[in-house]
């Protein structure tokens, strides 16, 4: 039975999922990581401006780019969630969710440290740290409220909302630097000609970097979506257990208690 199928019939299991594909993802992102870091120091060339320090742009734009795609699949996910009542979406929306925080700091952790030598500070309150630091909360948020409402439907249904607003947050981070005075350097694409604005060769470094983030997206998901699939199979077999237990211990009792007890030698007739 093919994923699809599985999928449709709601009968997804850790069984079913194909795991080959985890492996042959993890070469290829290995594979990519390690051209993109050959790239960033051995063919872009250095910056006139920056230094050196402007090649951890090579993977905290593209990080950037995969924050954006975890987010807008957590709404995705959630919303056909509410349209179908299959919870495989929210465990989509939920393995994204986790990827989207691990993304999120991992922007903000390499941009400080572009920041430190350029600006003289780790942090400046500026219109696109701020906004991506605001994204990060509501991710945050949006992993709390569900561990904090426990029970799976509902924490889907009122979950959807958060990753919804997540969501909108995404074009406000992207057009920060457009609509405010900013510190943080313009987009890749120049506004003006609609043109790239990096040389080819750092354009190239950036798209491999994209790449890399992207199949890294990929094998992430892969693996926590696997990991919470199997966490539903063994509470489904200790919940069958614990039933299959009960149904025998319940006739024992029964026995037990239509039993006539024993007479003492002093109560014999």
Same mark, same amino acid.
């Given at each position: 039975?093919?994923?699809?199928?599985?999928?449709?019939?709601?009968?997804?299991?850790?069984?079913?999922?194909?795991?080959?594909?985890?492996?042959?993802?993890?070469?290829?992102?290995?594979?990519?990581?390690?051209?993109?870091?050959?790239?960033?120091?051995?063919?872009?060339?250095?910056?006139?401006?920056?230094?050196?320090?402007?090649?951890?742009?090579?993977?905290?734009?593209?990080?950037?780019?995969?924050?954006?795609?975890?987010?807008?699949?957590?709404?995705?996910?959630?919303?056909?969630?509410?349209?179908?009542?299959?919870?495989?979406?929210?465990?989509?929306?939920?393995?994204?969710?986790?990827?989207?925080?691990?993304?999120?700091?991992?922007?903000?952790?390499?941009?400080?440290?572009?920041?430190?030598?350029?600006?003289?500070?780790?942090?400046?309150?500026?219109?696109?740290?701020?906004?991506?630091?605001?994204?990060?909360?509501?991710?945050?948020?949006?992993?709390?409220?569900?561990?904090?409402?426990?029970?799976?439907?509902?924490?889907?249904?009122? %979950?959807?909302?958060?990753?919804?607003?997540?969501?909108?947050?995404?074009?406000?981070?992207?057009?920060?630097?457009?609509?405010?005075?900013?510190?943080?350097?313009?987009?890749?694409?120049?506004?003006?000609?609609?043109?790239?604005?990096?040389?080819?060769?750092?354009?190239?470094?950036?798209?491999?970097?994209?790449?890399?983030?992207?199949?890294?997206?990929?094998?992430?998901?892969?693996?926590?979506?696997?990991?919470?699939?199997?966490?539903?199979?063994?509470?489904?077999?200790?919940?069958? %257990?614990?039933?299959?237990?009960?149904?025998?211990?319940?006739?024992?009792?029964?026995?037990?208690?239509?039993?006539?007890?024993?007479? %003492?030698?002093?109560? %014999?007739?």
């Amino acid at each position: 039975m093919s994923l699809l199928q599985n999928l449709m019939l709601k009968r997804f299991t850790a069984d079913s999922y194909p795991t080959r594909w985890t492996t042959a993802l993890a070469a290829v992102t290995l594979s990519l990581g390690l051209l993109t870091i050959g790239g960033a120091f051995l063919y872009a060339p250095t910056d006139a401006i920056q230094g050196d320090v402007q090649r951890i742009f090579y993977i905290h734009a593209p990080m950037a780019i995969c924050c954006y795609l975890a987010g807008a699949v957590v709404a995705l996910a959630g919303l056909l969630y509410l349209a179908t009542r299959n919870l495989f979406w929210d465990v989509i929306a939920r393995c994204s969710a986790e990827i989207a925080v691990l993304f999120t700091t991992l922007v903000l952790i390499t941009g400080s440290l572009w920041g430190k030598p350029v600006w003289g500070t780790w942090w400046a309150w500026d219109a696109r740290l701020t906004t991506t630091l605001i994204l990060w909360f509501i991710y945050v948020g949006y992993l709390m409220l569900r561990s904090y409402l426990g029970e799976a439907e509902r924490a889907a249904r009122y %979950s959807v909302l958060v990753g919804v607003l997540g969501a909108l947050d995404i074009p406000l981070v992207h057009v920060s630097v457009e609509w405010w005075r900013t510190l943080h350097p313009e987009g890749i694409i120049d506004s003006a000609t609609g043109s790239p604005a990096l040389p080819g060769s750092m354009l190239a470094v950036f798209l491999l970097g994209c790449l890399t983030m992207l199949c890294m997206y990929m094998l992430l998901m892969l693996v926590r979506v696997r990991l919470d699939l199997l966490h539903d199979q063994v509470a489904e077999m200790e919940e069958r %257990s614990l039933s299959e237990a009960e149904a025998v211990a319940l006739p024992a009792q029964g026995v037990l208690g239509r039993a006539r007890p024993l007479r %003492s030698p002093g109560n %014999s007739p």
